[in-house]
C-alpha cells in the first residue's frame, strides 16, 4: 500500500511484527500493591486516578502517560509534540513484555518524555479508539495486533503505527529506541511529508465505511459453506492451520445452514470440532472455561487466557449442539462453562469480570511466573496425589507423561510439566487397562475433584475484574438459554441477576442510555454500539425464558436509544461507536470475529423486535441494514457468518410458537420444554399466560388475544407470518410439528 512504502522511505523503517496477547499478577494485588508503592513514596503518573487495571499496571512506570482526552491532545499543540498512542489491555501477554523492556526503561521513558506526548488506552474500555486505530495499524503493515503503537500528528491522525517493538534492533525489525529517533527526526526534517500522508490515510480510513449499493447475492449462502468446506481440517475440527481460534459464529451459520438445506457436511462439522476442541488443552479439563486460542492445528497447546466473551459465545454453540444431537457431552460442557463462570468470573453485585490472564506464578518453581503455570502438572504431583489405580487411569485418559507432553516447546515454558487433554475417552482406557468402563468414569470424575482442589491453592492468573456492559450481555443470555436448553431453572436466576445489575449500575433511566464500564464501585465510559446490541440480545433471550415482558420492554428502549444514537441514515447501517469529538473516524466493523460485528447482532435484534412489538419499520431497517455490508458479503461470505444466518432468516420470514396455557401449570411447563428442546427453524416463543405477559403482547399483536387454551388444556399453537397451523394439546403432536 501506498502509505507502507511512504513511510519506508520516510523512516527508513521495515515493517513490524504482530502479536497476539496474555499477561501478569491479580487485579485485587494490583490495587494493594498500587496502595504500597504509593505509601512508600513511589512517584506516579496520572494514570493512577483511572480505574482500568491495565492502566493501573503502567501507573509507576516512568514514562510520563496521559489518558486519551483533551489534556494530552492541547499539551500535544502546544509543544509541537506528536502523539505515541499505546494501546492494550490488562491480560495481554506482549503488552507486559514490552512495558517491561521498554516502558520501565529510564532512557527509554525519558526519550518518550522530551519527544513525544505519550497516551495509554485501554482497548476494553475504549474499542472505538483501538477500532480506528487498529484499521490504521492494518492499513500500514498489513497485520495488528497488541501492544498496538501508533505515532499521531498533534490532531489524532495516525501517520506511522506497529505492534510490539523490542527495546534493541533485531534481525531487521527496528528497535524501539531507533524508532523513537527515527521518527523524531522525521518530524523535524520530512513535516509536510508526515502530514500529507497522515492526511491520505485517515481519508482512506473513512472510506471504509461506505455502504454498499447492491442487494446480496441469492448464492451466497451455498458459496460460504463451500468456502468453510474447503478450510476445513478434516483431521482435527476448525478452519485453518495453527494458531486455531474458536469462532462460534462459524458454528452458529453451519447449524443454520442444515436445518435450512439437509446437508450432513455442514452438521458434521460444526459437532466435531466442539468434540475436538473439548477433548483440547484449549479447554480447561479440571476447571471449565476456554483458554483463547490454540498455538497448535489439534487445539492441544493454548494461549491460557481467558477471556468473558469467548465463554457465553461457545457455551450457546455446545448448547446448540445438545439441542441437535442429545448427546451429554455437549450438555456437561455447557454446565462447565457456566459454572468456572459462576465460580471464578462473579462480581458479587452480579456482573461477571472481563478476563483471566495467561501467565501465573509456576508452583514447581517459587519465584517464576510463566506462561499457563497455573494449569500445568508433572506426573510426579500427579502420582503423589491419587491412589495408584487411580493415576494409572488419569494418566492414561489425559496424556500425561514424565518429561512433560509438550514436544514443541521453543521458549521452554512448559519443560517437564503436562497440559491436561483428552489423550483416550472412557472406552480406549478400558480397554488399554483392563478395568470396566464405569470404573474408568467414576475414577476419572474423583481425580479430577482432587486435584482440582488441589489446584485452588495455588496462586491465581491476574484477573481483569472490570465489569464490561456488552460481554455482560452476551453471559445474559447464555445464562438463559441454558436455563431452558438443560433444565436447569438456577441459571434464570443468574440471568436476571445480572440483567439487573446492569439495569441498576449501567443504565441511566432518566436518559435511557448505556455506560460500558463498572469497577471499584465505580460506572463509566459511553456505552458503545456492542453494549447496546449484545445487551439487548441477552435481553431477548431472557425474555423467551422467562416470559417477564419488562425484558422486553427493556430491549425496546433500548434500541430505540441505539437508533438515535447510532444509526447512519445515510448509509444505512449503525456506526460502532459512541459520537466523541475525540476520535476523528466513526467506524463500522464488517467481520464477525471473535466478538460478531456489532451490526450482525443488531439486525437480528430489530428482525425479532420487529415481530415481537409490531414495528414493520424495524423489519425494514434490519433489511436495510444487512444490504449495506453486501458488498462485504458477496465478496467473502465466511466474514459475516452471523450476518448471512439472519440474512437467511429475514428470507424465511418470521416464525412463532405461541404456548396458551397457565404459567407455572405441568401441561404448559411440557409444552414449553418440547418448544426450547427441539432443534428446529428458528421461532420466537410466546406465551399467552392469560395474564400480564400476554395482556403486554396483545397490545401490540392483536392475534395473541385470540389464541386460547382448547378444552381447558395447554395449546401449541405454531405459526409463520401469524398465521397458525391447526392448535395441539398433545407435545408430541408439537414435536412432529416442529420436525415436519
Request: aromatic share 10%.
Amino acid at each position: 500500500m501506498y502509505w507502507l512504502i511512504i513511510f519506508g522511505l520516510v523512516l527508513g523503517l521495515l515493517p513490524m511484527m504482530a502479536w497476539s496477547t496474555s499477561s501478569e499478577n491479580s487485579t485485587n494485588r494490583i490495587q494493594q500493591q498500587v496502595q504500597k508503592r504509593l505509601a512508600a513514596g513511589e512517584k506516579a503518573n496520572r494514570l493512577i486516578k483511572e480505574q482500568s487495571p491495565y492502566l493501573l499496571q503502567h501507573a509507576f512506570n516512568p514514562v510520563d502517560w496521559y489518558p486519551w482526552g483533551e489534556e494530552a491532545f492541547a499539551k500535544a499543540k502546544d509543544e509541537d509534540k506528536p502523539i505515541f498512542l499505546s494501546i492494550g489491555y490488562s491480560t495481554c501477554h506482549w503488552c507486559h513484555v514490552m512495558a517491561h523492556e521498554s516502558f520501565e526503561d529510564a532512557e527509554t521513558a525519558g526519550l518518550l518524555n522530551k519527544w513525544f506526548v505519550s497516551i495509554k488506552v485501554d482497548r476494553e474500555e475504549r474499542p472505538d479508539i483501538d477500532q480506528m486505530y487498529m484499521a490504521a495499524t492494518q492499513a500500514m503493515t498489513g497485520s495488528g495486533g497488541w501492544p498496538m503503537s501508533v505515532f499521531l500528528l498533534p490532531d489524532t491522525s495516525p501517520f506511522y503505527a506497529g505492534t510490539y517493538f523490542p527495546p534493541e534492533s533485531i534481525a531487521g525489525h527496528p528497535g524501539f529506541r531507533d524508532l523513537l529517533a527515527a521518527i523524531h527526526k522525521a518530524w523535524l526534517e520530512k513535516r509536510e511529508e508526515v502530514k500529507a500522508s497522515a492526511s491520505r490515510l485517515v481519508a482512506a480510513l473513512a472510506t471504509s465505511n461506505e455502504q454498499s449499493t447492491s442487494p446480496i447475492k441469492a448464492e451466497v449462502l451455498d458459496r460460504c459453506f463451500a468456502i468453510l468446506e474447503q478450510s476445513y481440517d478434516v483431521k482435527e475440527g476448525g478452519f485453518s492451520q495453527a494458531p486455531k481460534f474458536p469462532r462460534p459464529v462459524v458454528l452458529m451459520y453451519l447449524f443454520s445452514h442444515y436445518l435450512a438445506t439437509g446437508k450432513e457436511k455442514a452438521r458434521e462439522m460444526a459437532l466435531f470440532t466442539l468434540q475436538k476442541m473439548a477433548a483440547g488443552g484449549m479447554y480447561d479439563q479440571l476447571g471449565g472455561g476456554f483458554h483463547r486460542y490454540s498455538v497448535d492445528d489439534s487445539w492441544f497447546v493454548p494461549h491460557f487466557e481467558k477471556m468473558l466473551y469467548d465463554q457465553p459465545q461457545l457455551a450457546n454453540s455446545y448448547l446448540d449442539a445438545f439441542k441437535l444431537t442429545k448427546d451429554d457431552l455437549y450438555a456437561r460442557i455447557a454446565k462447565e462453562i457456566f459454572t468456572y463462570l459462576l465460580r471464578d468470573m462473579r462480581d458479587p453485585g452480579g456482573g461477571f469480570y472481563s478476563a483471566e490472564d495467561a501467565d501465573s506464578d509456576n508452583p514447581y518453581r517459587p519465584g517464576h511466573h510463566s506462561e499457563g503455570a497455573f494449569y500445568l502438572w508433572t506426573r510426579e504431583d500427579i502420582v503423589s496425589r491419587l491412589d495408584a489405580k487411580d493415576a494409572d487411569i488419569f494418566l492414561a485418559g489425559y496424556g500425561i507423561q514424565a518429561d512433560g507432553n509438550v514436544a514443541q516447546d521453543p521458549m521452554q515454558e512448559f519443560s517437564g510439566r503436562n497440559i491436561l487433554y483428552r489423550a483416550r475417552d472412557n472406552d480406549e482406557i478400558a480397554a488399554t487397562l483392563g478395568v470396566k468402563k464405569d470404573e474408568v468414569a467414576k475414577s476419572l470424575t474423583a481425580s479430577k475433584e482432587l486435584l482440582f482442589k488441589a489446584r485452588r491453592q495455588r496462586r491465581r492468573p491476574h484477573l481483569d475484574d472490570k465489569v464490561i456492559t456488552a460481554w455482560n450481555g452476551m453471559m445474559i443470555g447464555a445464562l438463559a438459554r441454558g436455563s431452558r436448553i438443560l433444565h436447569e431453572p438456577q441459571l434464570l436466576t443468574e440471568a436476571l441477576r445480572t440483567a439487573t445489575f446492569i439495569k441498576e449500575k449501567l443504565y441511566d433511566g432518566g436518559r435511557r442510555t448505556l455506560m460500558r464500564r463498572y469497577r471499584n464501585q465505580e460506572t463509566g465510559l459511553p456505552g458503545q454500539l456492542a453494549d447496546y446490541s449484545y445487551l439487548v440480545d441477552g435481553l431477548l433471550d431472557v425474555y423467551q425464558a422467562s416470559q417477564s415482558p419488562e425484558w422486553l420492554q427493556w430491549a425496546t428502549e433500548l434500541t430505540e436509544r441505539q437508533i438515535a444514537d447510532f444509526w447512519n441514515e445515510k448509509g444505512g447501517y449503525f456506526f460502532d461507536s459512541a459520537d466523541d469529538p475525540s476520535v476523528r473516524i466513526r467506524m463500522r466493523g464488517s467481520y464477525d470475529g471473535a466478538e460478531p460485528a456489532p451490526n450482525s447482532v443488531a439486525a437480528h435484534n430489530l428482525l425479532r423486535l420487529a415481530e415481537l412489538q409490531n414495528r414493520p419499520e424495524w423489519h425494514k431497517m434490519a433489511q436495510r441494514l444487512m444490504e449495506s455490508f453486501s458488498e462485504v458479503i458477496n465478496h467473502y461470505p465466511p466474514a459475516m457468518p452471523l450476518m448471512l444466518t439472519v440474512w437467511q432468516q429475514l428470507e424465511n420470514g418470521p416464525a412463532q410458537i405461541v404456548i396458551a396455557g397457565k404459567r407455572g401449570a405441568e401441561d404448559t411447563e411440557k409444552l414449553l420444554h418440547i418448544a426450547y428442546d427441539t432443534f428446529s427453524r428458528p421461532r420466537l416463543l410466546l406465551l399467552a399466560d392469560g395474564a400480564e405477559n400476554q395482556k403486554y403482547l396483545a397490545a401490540r399483536l392483536p392475534f395473541m388475544e385470540t389464541v386460547t387454551p382448547l378444552d381447558g388444556k395447554a395449546t401449541a399453537y405454531v405459526c409463520a407470518d401469524f398465521t397458525c397451523k391447526m392448535p395441539v394439546t398433545d407435545p408430541d403432536k408439537l414435536l412432529q410439528l416442529l420436525k415436519e
